[in-house]
């Protein structure tokens, strides 16, 4: 079968679709580049979230054990504090005693008993 000559192109369209033909692949490239570099720049994104999630996290940890510690030494704190003053009444008992003793033994020295 012998095609006729209408089914082919002239040599001007020809270039003239190789140029539009460059000019979308040219158009692609330049798209395609712009789209890695996004990519590139998403991809540092995310890599810099995980950092700081992974900081957080280890904050958060930290912050735990402070707690944790912090609560315990008001614990420790409370018992030091009630100890000085469980002395310091103590003391004032054991003087007010003495003091009543004294007194008592007075009295009944006055009276004859002892």
Known sequence: MIKESN???TQPEHEEFRRGMDAENKRLEDENVRQNHRLDILGKTVDQIGRINTSVEKLA???ENMLKEQISQ???LT???SQDGEKW???VGYVLAAVVGGIVTFLLGKVGIA
């Open 7 to 9: 089914d082919y192109i």
């Open 74 to 76: 008001g614990k420790r």
């Open 61 to 63: 940890l930290n912050m």
């Open 89 to 91: 009444r103590k003391l």
């Open 79 to 81: 018992k030091l504090e």
